[in-house]
């Protein structure tokens, strides 16, 4: 008998990317706005929406079979849980995400030596706490239930918040003084379905589709046609995963050439190819990417 897979998906800011990556890895993920409890065309998966602050710790307790959550969030809750995967994609893209201690554009706080004594505000209390006695810094952290941004200067003389491009600080004419951690988005397990030998099974073939789907993210597939004439010259531009595919076109002399490239090398490569002498090439998207 198969077993099922309790799968914890994050709710909130990951929630529309990660249904975004599950479907290009093969699995359609619906849910009703007001549900928690999504549908997956997976016959073993049962999935749950959480929040990603809470999540390690319900993978912990044996709740959910495995989940994705941040890095950030798993070191905050100090969860004994077994990291299968480091998926790197956030909210508004494949980048990692920062949390940050930053203060308005005209406060006297320059560097972290300047905080003891001081107010910060922070969803992340834990870890920022911590990371000041690492450094000898005497301050006072307080939770923040949100809109943490505005919090300096009258309730907070700094605040630790999560950045991706730094454009809601910047909004909020605050500045940072220093990166705190850097975090990505992690698959994580329980250990005991970890030890089970058909979840663990499972848990691994989904992270290796997950994986394959965010390397195919940033890559793309060129295919083109190529005169024995100028095939070592084409060749000569190409880089590849591993070695271009060529195959013997029906036409005398030609051949089809076909390899994966970085996606952002495409618009300078695509003329240098035509130069060198490939004709009819057709750049496509790709859904999965498995080494």
């Not at 810094?137 to 943490?148: E, K, L, P, Y």
């Not at 295919?223 to 060529?246: C, G, Q, R, W, Y």
């Amino acid at each position: 008998m198969t077993k099922r897979i309790k799968i914890g998906l994050p709710k909130g800011s990951l929630q529309e990317s990660t249904f975004k990556l599950f479907k290009k890895a093969g699995y359609q993920i619906s849910v009703s706005r007001r549900s928690y409890y999504p549908s997956i065309d997976c016959d073993y998966l049962e999935a749950m929406l959480i929040r990603a602050q809470e999540m390690a710790r319900y993978v912990e307790n044996g709740i959910l079979d495995c989940g994705l959550t941040g890095y950030d969030w798993v070191l905050e809750q100090g969860a004994d849980i077994v990291e299968v995967a480091e998926l790197n994609y956030a909210k508004e893209g494949l980048k990692p995400v920062r949390w940050v201690i930053a203060v308005p554009e005209g406060s006297n706080i320059r560097s972290i030596d300047d905080l003891h004594g001081k107010r910060i505000a922070t969803e992340l209390v834990g870890y920022t706490k911590r990371y000041l006695i690492e450094h000898g810094i005497n301050a006072q952290v307080d939770f923040s239930w949100g809109a943490t941004e505005v919090k300096p200067p009258q309730l907070a003389d700094a605040i630790v918040e999560l950045t991706e491009t730094g454009t809601s600080l910047r909004a909020n004419n605050l500045r940072i003084v220093e990166t705190i951690l850097v975090s990505t988005t992690r698959f994580i397990a329980n250990k005991s379905a970890w030890q089970d030998e058909q979840k663990r099974e499972m848990i691994e073939n989904l992270v290796m589709l997950l994986k394959g789907a965010l390397t195919a993210e940033e890559r793309v597939g060129l295919k083109m046609n190529v005169s024995e004439i100028n095939l070592n010259d084409v060749l000569a531009l190409l880089p590849a995963l591993h070695s271009p595919t060529i195959s013997k076109l029906t036409d005398e002399g030609w051949s089809s050439v076909e390899v994966v490239i970085d996606e952002r090398h495409a618009r300078d490569l695509i003329p240098r190819l035509k130069k060198a002498g490939a004709t009819g090439i057709v750049e496509y998207p790709l859904n999965k990417v498995i080494p």
